[in-house]
């Protein structure tokens, strides 16, 4: 069995698309995962299933919810080790050593195109962000609330779809994920 953790975009947030982390515990069961774990109310699910492609899985999740639910919610799913690389890998910890607070990691569909990079490059001061592959680190000092650098922004002018999650979740994600092994 291979670990995966799907993270859905945008469901309980601010009364719209609620799903009940029992019933979305159950659907993933349903679809025949096994050991299935969800953490905190914004659609984190860490799950097991044979080895197959992460987009196989994420088409498959998104099915089955707006089935269930009506609701067509991106799913992005990531094997253990590539969240784990997110993990150790983060530049402003590794370089700067940044309060984790103020941490975040934006995830993409897909890796993003140079000429859509050159569009958002510019100062977004104090935020910051630097894009690896199909993830962006995300400096935000004065915390995630107040930034122009969110999902909606990232989405628009990458053209793909994005979703993010603080530093405390991505950390508490693995640490489940481990203990499935």
């Known amino acids: 069995m291979n670990t995966y953790i799907s993270i859905l975009r945008g469901i309980n947030v601010s009364g719209s698309k609620m799903i009940k982390m029992d019933a979305l ?3 993933y069961e349903g679809m025949g995962f096994k050991n299935v774990q969800t953490y905190i109310q914004s659609g984190n699910v860490i799950f097991q299933s044979k ?3 992460a987009a196989n899985l994420e088409n498959k999740i998104a099915k089955e919810i707006l089935e269930n639910t009506n ?3 991106p799913v992005l799913v990531k094997e253990l080790d590539e969240l784990k690389n997110v993990l150790n ?3 402003f910890l590794d370089k700067r050593k940044e309060d984790i607070n103020f941490l975040h990691v934006t995830f993409l ?3 993003p195109q140079k000429e859509n990079i050159e569009k ?3 100062e977004y001061s104090p935020d910051e962000f630097i894009i690896s592959d199909k993830n962006i680190f995300l400096f935000c000092p004065n915390g ?4 122009k650098l969110h999902n909606n922004f990232f989405e628009n002018k990458l053209k793909l779809q994005a979703t993010t999650r603080n530093w405390k979740t991505i950390t ?3 640490n489940i994920a481990e203990n499935f092994k």
């Open 89 to 91: 890998s983060n530049p």
């Open 172 to 174: 508490e994600l693995v």
């Open 144 to 147: 995630y609330g107040k930034t």
């Open 109 to 111: 569909s897909d890796t």
């Open 51 to 53: 080895k197959t492609l």
């Open 120 to 122: 958002i490059k510019g």
């Open 71 to 73: 609701f067509e919610v």
């Open 25 to 27: 515990r159950k659907m």
